[in-house]
């Protein structure tokens, strides 16, 4: 069975710091992960993705994640945080069972970034 | 603005009563998503289909259905509400519904079971 954890509720961290946002994943074969972000009252935007290639994946608003096959993690970053990037963070994992394969969200992480 | 559009915003209703809730999906998307977010649940995948097809089910309830018509749009059916079906209920579309797609999310309903 497949599954995604996201082991904080809740991140705190100042503006201009870098952030990380933790993510790790249990799936059998190749995992397909994704990182969402959800601002108050609106739907899940797409941040970025691993499929396949290079470890190090780039997304929108300066995110990146490092996909980590040993530890099974693929935590969100930013190097320099700003108070926009305040909301709910969603890790999502999907595997090729076949083609009717279900995505897995995990919990979700609220990110705080004060002033 | 993803490109998917859900009607409505909100909805109000009592318990024991049927809802339905419309999803259009983004331009060229031939396969759509149902999701259920809720404090206690989290956001939990419901149904998929792909170009008028059911392609994968989830956590979905015996009292919920959907379909995808032939112009793609998609509907959610809930019936004999109960107050526990409360939640925001997202829709999401992809180009071809394959593992590796990106999924786009609409606004979402919300669902309010007095």
């Known amino acids: 069975a497949q599954s995604v954890a996201q082991p904080e509720d809740q991140v705190n961290v100042a503006e201009g710091n870098p952030l990380t946002v933790k993510c790790t994943y249990s799936?059998?074969?190749?995992?397909?992960l994704f990182w969402y972000v959800q601002y108050p009252n609106r739907g899940l935007q797409f941040l970025l993705k691993?499929?396949?290639?290079?470890?190090l994946v780039k997304g929108s608003y300066g995110f990146e994640a490092e996909f980590n096959k040993s530890q099974t993690s693929f935590h969100l970053k930013k190097p320099s945080a700003l108070v926009s990037d305040s909301a709910l963070y969603f890790c999502?994992?999907?595997?090729?069972?076949?083609?009717?394969?279900?995505?897995?969200f995990g919990s979700g992480t609220r990110l705080s970034i004060r002033p | 603005d993803s490109g998917v559009t859900q009607t409505p915003k909100h909805l109000i209703t009592a318990t024991g009563q049927r809802v339905t809730l419309r999803c259009s999906p983004r331009?060229?998307?031939?396969?759509v998503y149902w999701y259920q977010q809720s404090l206690d649940q989290g956001l939990q995948f419901l149904i998929q289909?792909?170009?008028?097809?059911?392609?994968a089910k989830g956590n979905i309830l015996e009292r919920f259905s959907a379909q995808q018509f032939p112009d793609l749009h998609s509907e959610l059916n809930l019936s004999s509400l109960e107050l526990g079906d409360s939640a925001l209920y997202f829709c999401?579309?992809?180009?071809?519904?394959?593992?590796?797609?990106?999924?786009?999310f609409g606004p979402g309903t919300r669902l309010t079971v007095l």
């Open positions: 999502a994992v999907r595997a090729l069972y076949s083609s009717a394969s279900k995505i897995i």
């Open positions: 691993y499929i396949t290639g290079d470890n």
């Open positions: 999401a579309s992809s180009v071809m519904g394959a593992s590796t797609d990106t999924q786009y």
């Open positions: 331009s060229g998307d031939l396969s």
């Open positions: 799936v059998s074969g190749n995992p397909y």
């Open positions: 289909y792909y170009n008028g097809e059911e392609r």
